[in-house]
């Protein structure tokens, strides 16, 4: 009879174990990334939502996101595409040399190094008019990347909201970004003047609104210089030539239909 407690039996039992525990460990993981991965969509979801202001309209998030159409776009030409939405992964998309364009230092004022070909965008209709569009946004703050949601108008130059679903600022800081009485400020706020140009942008201090130019500025987040410049030059980046300008010029156009 093997005795029990030989070297060879304690081995044996210890990788028993060791394998039993690594399958466990391996279980949970992989329910635990697909729970993630799915909390991370409902996330974006909620983020996009809130941005657009819908919730109080449709009842819920997901009433209003179900009058959202997702579209993936061609940047530069400012056309919907005929690709499927569904499998678009900002990540993949930027480390596929075939789809992003690297930015010059000239260009990549929003400090982002390169930019993705073609971007899922969102349509909201109601009664079958274009009510609010809404642009994922992406720019350097002060620790790293802001990702976020900008949600525009029919009209195409009223800001409707303003909101970020990942960085990395310091809280109670440039972290004020997330603060509801600063979001609450872009609502309203004007983007291009009456030639096209780019106007909209954090300033530094508070905004008076006895000026011709507060329906183009936002106050700017006290002690977080570095991350109000960043989101006004991730703004002036997205909503310009390089960015989403001429997707916006094509449905003023009326060249794009739902």
């Given at each position: 009879?093997?005795?029990?407690?030989?070297?060879?039996?304690?081995?044996?039992?210890?990788?028993g174990l060791c394998l039993v525990?690594?399958?466990?460990?391996?279980?949970?993981?992989v329910g635990l990334k697909e729970k993630q991965k799915n909390n991370a969509i409902l996330d974006q979801q909620k983020k996009i939502v809130a941005a657009a202001d819908l919730e109080s309209f449709y009842g819920s998030v997901n009433n209003a996101f179900t009058s959202i159409e997702e579209k993936i776009i061609d940047i530069e030409a400012g056309l919907i595409t005929n690709q499927s939405?569904?499998?678009?992964?900002?990540?993949?998309?930027?480390?596929?040399?075939?789809?992003f364009i690297e930015l010059s230092s000239a260009e990549d004022i929003a400090t982002i190094k390169?930019?993705?070909?073609?971007?899922?965008v969102f349509l909201e209709y109601?009664?079958?008019?274009?009510?609010?569009?809404?642009?994922?946004?992406r720019g350097y703050g002060l620790w790293g990347?802001?990702?976020?949601?900008?949600?525009?108008s029919n009209d195409l130059n009223t800001?409707?909201?303003?909101?970020?679903?990942?960085?990395?600022?310091?809280?109670?800081?440039?972290?004020?970004?997330?603060?509801?009485?600063?979001?609450?400020?872009?609502?309203?706020?004007?983007?291009?003047?009456?030639?096209?140009?780019?106007?909209?942008?954090?300033i530094k201090g508070k905004v008076d609104n006895s000026m011709d130019m507060s329906s183009y500025e936002v106050d700017g987040l006290s002690g977080a210089t570095l991350t109000s410049k960043g989101v006004s030059n991730l703004l002036a980046y997205w909503l310009g030539e390089n960015g989403f300008k001429p997707f916006l010029d094509n449905l003023k156009k009326e060249k794009i239909n739902g």
């Open positions: 009879m093997q005795n029990k407690d030989s070297i060879k039996n304690t081995i044996f039992i210890g990788i525990c690594a399958a466990i460990i391996s279980i949970i993981a939405s569904e499998k678009y992964d900002l990540s993949k998309e930027l480390r596929d040399p075939n789809r390169k930019r993705e070909k073609f971007s899922k109601r009664e079958s008019q274009l009510n609010t569009v809404i642009l994922p946004v990347i802001l990702y976020g949601y900008l949600a525009i800001i409707v909201g303003l909101e970020f679903y990942d960085h990395k600022e310091t809280p109670g800081l440039g972290a004020e970004v997330d603060n509801p009485k600063w979001k609450a400020l872009w609502r309203g706020k004007r983007i291009y003047d009456e030639n096209g140009k780019i106007l909209i942008k954090v």
